[in-house]
């Protein structure tokens, strides 16, 4: 897989953020604002701060804010305020992805002018009738591959953007289970990084921010395994190093289901109308994975100092 040249700016980013990923283990914790987070996203937040802190690193929280037409008024504020509540303290400022649609744009155009990408004009009508195996987002057939450069401006309207990726198996690490390998052609396809509608796709920005911003650990609900592969063979053409991914559990109510924050799902007013205080939910969350012992109360700092990072890993794999 050939790698970027980004201009020096960039350049010199990734190579700072390169050293801060030898020296640190810097974690992230990126909700999308597209409501207020559930008991599986408070989980998720709880996990990452904790496996980063385990390991003296620095957890940045990272708002992704670029799908505009899926963010809610006031999530953003209401997400802040529950990880305040819980106790889980980011370092530094939070940092929203629409803060650096800039550095998205310049990635966009390096990767352009390297022949990385292609436009394309498929419809979402035209590509719902593909079908996508084990239910996962359909992979791409390459309608558009040989899709001239200038066919956006020729036609005079925006096509997406799609990373053209080399045919092979894209491999990376996982904490919790076996490795992750998926092949590029036939399991992953060539995804987009820039809509039709001219918003930043979420694998370019989330490629982009681990690798600029020297993430070493990437902690995030099951559901987001399979958008590993994509991501890492971005992360790889930029030239950074991969972070290390833990895929933890999803919370499942008592009907079997998965929660979803757009429906609104079980989150913190709720639980505190039932009368639960910080310590009694951070005790639910971490007695849902095994870490303690069922009605434990304790403070995330309490929770921090009683964990052990192998101890965690170990539990946590047990349950994925
Ligand atoms: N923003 C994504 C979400 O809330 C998660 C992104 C990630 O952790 O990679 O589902």
Same mark, same amino acid.
């Given at each position: ?16 953020? =390169? ?16 409501? @207020? ?22 957890? #940045?929280?990272?708002? %992704? ?34 803060? @650096? +649609? ?9 990767? +352009? ?24 987002? $359909? ?17 005079? &309207?925006?096509?997406?953007? +799609? ?24 399991? !992953?396809?060539?995804?987009?990084? @820039? &809509? ?12 982009? %921010? ?6 070493? %650990?990437?902690?995030?609900?099951? %559901?987001?395994? *399979? ?15 991969? $972070? ?28 505190? =109308?039932?009368? *639960?205080?910080?310590?009694? !939910?951070?005790?639910? #969350?971490?007695?849902? !994975?095994? #870490?303690?012992?069922?009605?434990? @109360?304790?403070?995330?700092? =309490? ?18």
């Amino acid at each position: 897989m050939s790698t970027v040249v980004l201009p020096e700016h960039l350049q010199e980013l990734l190579a700072q953020a =390169e050293q801060q990923r030898g020296r640190a283990k810097r974690g992230r914790y990126a909700p999308s604002p597209t409501g @207020r987070l559930h008991l599986g996203n408070l989980r998720t937040a709880l996990l990452s701060w904790l496996i980063t802190r385990l390991q003296g690193g620095e957890w #940045l929280l990272r708002v %992704d804010d670029l799908d505009t037409p899926r963010n809610r008024p006031g999530a953003e504020e209401a997400i802040v305020a529950d990880l305040e509540w819980l106790g889980l303290r980011w370092d530094g400022p939070v940092l929203r992805q629409s803060q @650096r +649609r800039g550095i998205y744009a310049t990635v966009l155009s390096s990767l +352009r002018r390297r022949g990385l990408l292609y436009p394309c004009r498929c419809s979402r009508r035209l590509l719902a009738d593909i079908s996508a195996p084990h239910g996962r987002s $359909p992979v791409y057939p390459g309608y558009c591959l040989s899709q001239p450069v200038q066919w956006g401006v020729q036609q005079g &309207r925006l096509p997406s953007w +799609r990373l053209r990726l080399q045919p092979g198996e894209l491999h990376w690490s996982e904490a919790l289970g076996s490795p992750g390998c998926l092949e590029a052609s036939t399991q !992953v396809g060539d995804v987009v990084l @820039r &809509r039709s509608d001219g918003l930043f796709a979420y694998h370019l920005a989330t490629a982009v %921010d681990e690798a600029l911003l020297g993430i070493r %650990d990437v902690v995030r609900g099951l %559901d987001l395994w *399979h958008t590993t592969a994509p991501q890492i063979a971005l992360i790889q053409i930029l030239g950074a190093g991969l $972070p290390d991914y833990w895929h933890v559990p999803l919370w499942i109510d008592g009907a079997g289901e998965r929660l979803s924050k757009r429906d609104g799902g079980l989150g913190l007013p709720l639980l505190r =109308e039932q009368g *639960h205080d910080a310590a009694s !939910v951070v005790g639910l #969350l971490a007695a849902s !994975v095994g #870490l303690v012992e069922p009605g434990a @109360r304790l403070s995330a700092e =309490e929770l921090l100092r009683a964990s052990e990072l192998e101890a965690l890993r170990g539990q946590l794999a047990s349950k994925a």
